[in-house]
C-alpha cells in the first residue's frame, strides 16, 4: 500500500478561497496526466455551476477543514497497511491518494495509469463532514474493501441486466461494508452516520428488502439506496446496511472466498431467500 497526501499541492496551487480550473488541471497532472480526464468524464452528467462548484468552494473557504482532513489522513495511514495484513493475511498493491476532485465521491476504488488505486475526494469529504480520525479511517477501510474484492475473485465486470447490475451493488458495497467492519473491529460501523440511522436501518429491516426487491424484480433504479445525494424515506445510504446485512447472511452458508466470488445465477437465488425471510 502506498499512501499519498497532496495535501501540499493543494495550498499551493489554491492559495486563496476560489477556485480555478487551470490551476486544477494543473494540479491534477502532478498526480496523473490521465487523472483530468477520467475525473471530467465521471461527472460528465452533472451540472458544473450548480453540483460541483460549490462544494469544491466551500472546501476551499475552509482551510481549517482541508488541514483536518489531512491531519486525520496523516494519523491513520501509518497503522493501516499493519491492521490489513493481520485481517487479511498479505497487504494490496494499491494508491491511496488525499487529493481535491470535482465531487466524485469521497472515496473511489478505481483503476488510475493501470494501477489500482482509491481517490479520497477532500471536497466531498468537507462537505459531509467525515473529516475526523475514525471516520478517515473507515472510509479508507471501506475502499480498501472493494479493491480486495475484486482482487480476491469478485466478478466486477460480468453484469448484464439491469437486474444483476443491482443485486451486484447491493452485494459488492456489502462486502467492502463487511471490510470496513472487520477493519474497525466493530460489527455495527458504518462510516459518517449517526446513531439514530442504524436504529431506523434496524427496525424497518423488512421493508427495506422488500423495496429494494420490487425494485430489483421490476427493473426499476435503485439509486435511491445509495449516495449522499439520493435518499430511501428520508435516509441515505440505506443499500450499505442492506449490503452489510446480505453479505453476513452469504457468510452463514459459504467461506469467505467463495462468498467473493458468487456468480450472478447464485447471486440472485440467495438474494431472493435473504429478502423474504424475515429472520435474516
Not at 494540479?27 to 465521471?42: A, M
Not at 477532500?122 to 479493491?147: F, Q, V
Request: glycine content about 6%.
Amino acid at each position: 500500500m502506498w499512501f499519498i497526501d497532496t495535501y501540499n499541492e493543494i495550498m499551493t496551487y489554491f492559495p486563496f478561497e476560489e477556485f480555478n480550473m487551470q490551476n486544477w488541471i494543473k494540479y491534477t497532472k502532478l498526480i496523473s496526466p490521465h487523472l483530468y480526464g477520467k475525473i471530467v468524464k465521471d461527472v460528465s452528467g452533472y451540472n458544473f455551476d450548480n453540483d460541483i462548484l460549490p462544494v469544491v468552494t466551500a472546501a476551499l473557504r475552509n482551510k481549517d477543514k482541508i488541514q483536518m482532513t489531512h491531519d486525520s489522513f496523516q494519523k491513520v495511514i501509518s497503522g493501516m497497511e499493519s491492521n490489513f495484513i493481520t485481517s487479511f493475511g498479505k497487504t494490496l498493491e494499491v494508491d491511496v491518494i488525499l487529493y481535491l476532485g470535482l465531487c466524485s465521491g469521497a472515496g473511489w476504488a478505481t483503476l488510475l495509469d493501470n494501477k489500482q488505486v482509491v481517490l479520497l475526494g477532500i471536497e466531498k469529504i468537507i462537505e459531509l463532514e467525515w473529516y475526523d480520525k475514525n471516520t478517515m479511517y473507515a472510509l479508507i477501510s471501506h475502499e480498501i474493501g472493494h479493491i480486495w474484492h475484486m482482487n480476491a475473485g469478485g466478478r466486477f465486470h460480468c453484469q448484464k441486466t439491469q437486474k444483476e447490475k443491482a443485486v451486484f451493488q447491493l452485494y459488492s458495497e456489502g462486502v467492502a461494508m463487511w471490510c470496513e467492519q472487520k477493519l474497525c473491529r466493530n460489527d455495527d460501523f458504518y462510516h459518517g452516520h449517526k446513531k439514530d440511522w442504524l436504529i431506523w436501518c434496524k427496525g424497518n429491516i423488512m421493508g427495506i428488502k422488500q423495496e429494494y426487491f420490487r425494485r430489483v424484480q421490476n427493473d426499476i433504479s435503485v439509486q435511491d439506496f445509495f449516495g449522499d445525494w439520493c435518499n430511501y424515506k428520508g435516509h441515505s445510504d440505506v443499500g450499505y446496511y442492506l449490503g452489510c446485512r446480505f453479505v453476513r447472511f452469504l457468510l452463514s452458508k459459504y467461506d469467505l472466498y467463495q462468498m467473493v466470488s458468487l456468480n450472478n445465477d447464485i447471486l440472485f437465488d440467495e438474494f431472493i431467500l435473504f429478502s423474504k425471510n424475515p429472520s435474516l
